[in-house]
Antibody
Framework: QVQLQESGPGLVKPSETLSLTCTVS????????WSWIRQPPGKGLEWIGY???????NYNPSLKSRVTISVDTSKDQFSLKLSSVTAADTAVYYC?????????????WGQGTLVTVSS | DIVMTQSPDSLAVSLGERATINCKSS????????????LAWYQQKPGQPPKVLIY???TRESGVPDRFSGSGSGTDFTLTISSLQAEDVAVYYC?????????FGQGTKVEIK
């Protein structure tokens, strides 16, 4: 059973860059699309973007100018960088994957990690 | 962007009774090459990530109790819990994955009356 685990700083200062990593276990990162999704406290879900294991990406236009998603297949990890953060970027950040190597719904999720933007 | 609008925002249902949640998309979520509706339903309990219940509008995920069912096509969809159990208290989200950016509904909170 594939498992995903987010890691990274829980506190980021305004204007700095948020950096998170998702480590995949119980399966390979190869052959799949990997997404980042976020959820502000008490609010709904927002898809940030995905990366294919080959490195192809697709970002939400609302965040595209600030987002970079990268992959390290040798470590079965993929990462999120979000630049110039503000308090509005405070959220639980999830990594997720579809059930197969297709761009469909999210079948596997990490537990999520809360990132607070504050000085 | 496709806007997903759920109704109601919250509902309280007695144990054993039916709960119905609606989801309307601003554009069709039918995937042209397959004629499938690219619409999923998720359940999220406090402190947990969302869990997929239904995909392709009406296909139940493996292991999901059969009291959960999805229906609808095009722009109008429904999630039905046929007999509400205590463990079904959660927030439910619909999501379209037909076109980018993928978008979610605002969520519907289900409670026990």
């Amino acid at each position: 059973q594939v498992q995903l685990q987010e890691s990274g700083p829980g506190l980021v200062k305004p204007s700095e860059t948020l950096s998170l990593t998702c480590t995949v276990s119980g399966g390979s990162i190869n052959g799949f699309y990997w997404s980042w999704i976020r959820q502000p406290p008490g609010k709904g879900l927002e898809w940030i973007g995905y990366i294919y294991y080959t490195g192809n990406t697709n970002y939400n236009p609302s965040l595209k100018s600030r987002v970079t998603i990268s992959v390290d297949t040798s470590k079965d990890q993929f990462s999120l960088k979000l630049s110039s953060v503000t308090a509005a970027d405070t959220a639980v950040y999830y990594c997720a994957r579809g059930p197969r190597g297709q761009l469909v719904h999210f079948a596997y999720w990490g537990q999520g990690t809360l990132v607070t933007v504050s000085s | 962007d496709i806007v997903m609008t759920q109704s109601p925002d919250s509902l309280a249902v007695s144990l054993g009774e039916r709960a119905t949640i609606n989801c309307k998309s601003s554009q069709s979520v039918v995937f042209s090459s397959s004629n499938g509706n690219y619409l999923a339903w998720y359940q999220q309990k406090p402190g947990q990530p969302p869990k997929v219940l239904i995909y392709r509008a009406s296909t139940r995920e493996s292991g999901v109790p059969d009291r959960f069912s999805g229906s609808g096509s095009g722009t109008d969809f429904t999630l039905t819990i046929s007999s509400l159990q205590a463990e079904d208290v959660a927030v439910y989200y619909c999501q379209q994955y037909n076109s980018f950016p993928w978008t979610f509904g605002q969520g519907t909170k289900v409670e026990i009356k």
